[in-house]
């Protein structure tokens, strides 16, 4: 399993999430308890657009591990994606809160931002 783990980082660092999520399958079905490999699985899903899975992985390893700040943000950058920016926003408030890494603060800057966008009724 651990080689399939490592091809499957090799791949999404390649630039092939789809082939790195297949390469990541059986470790997804023997261990879906492991934050880690939910955690490529997410990504590499993110990368590949399928976005409702990336949801799902990324709230899973939250799930495990409520500290887990990549997760939090990854899960807001997800939500994001698709449309829902209050959900995005509180996942991405919980990241930078937790660690304020710039990437953090520029994520929850955006969806805020969109957010006003929206309510005044601007394009």
Same mark, same amino acid.
């Given at each position: 399993?651990?080689?399939?783990?490592?091809?499957? &980082?090799? @791949?999404?660092?390649?630039?092939?999430?789809? $082939?790195? @999520?297949?390469?990541?399958?059986?470790?997804?079905?023997?261990?879906?308890?492991?934050?880690?490999?939910?955690?490529?699985?997410?990504?590499?899903?993110?990368?590949?657009?399928?976005?409702?899975?990336? &949801? &799902?992985?990324?709230?899973?390893?939250?799930?495990? $591990?409520?500290? $887990?700040?990549?997760?939090?943000?990854?899960?807001?950058?997800?939500?994001?994606r698709q449309g829902r920016l209050d959900e995005?926003?509180?996942?991405?408030? =919980?990241?930078?809160?937790? $660690? !304020?890494? !710039?990437?953090?603060?520029?994520?929850?800057?955006?969806?805020?931002?969109? =957010?006003?966008?929206?309510?005044?009724?601007? !394009?």
């Open positions: 399993m651990f080689a399939s783990y490592r091809r499957a &980082e090799m @791949l999404l660092a390649s630039r092939r999430p789809l $082939d790195a @999520l297949q390469a990541l399958l059986p470790v997804l079905a023997s261990q879906p308890n492991d934050a880690s490999v939910q955690l490529l699985a997410g990504r590499a899903y993110i990368d590949s657009a399928q976005l409702h899975r990336a &949801e &799902e992985a990324f709230s899973r390893v939250v799930d495990l $591990d409520p500290s $887990d700040h990549y997760a939090r943000f990854a899960l807001g950058k997800a939500l994001q995005a926003q509180a996942q991405l408030k =919980i990241a930078a809160a937790m $660690d !304020p890494r !710039p990437e953090y603060q520029e994520a929850l800057g955006e969806v805020l931002a969109r =957010i006003a966008t929206d309510r005044s009724g601007s !394009p």
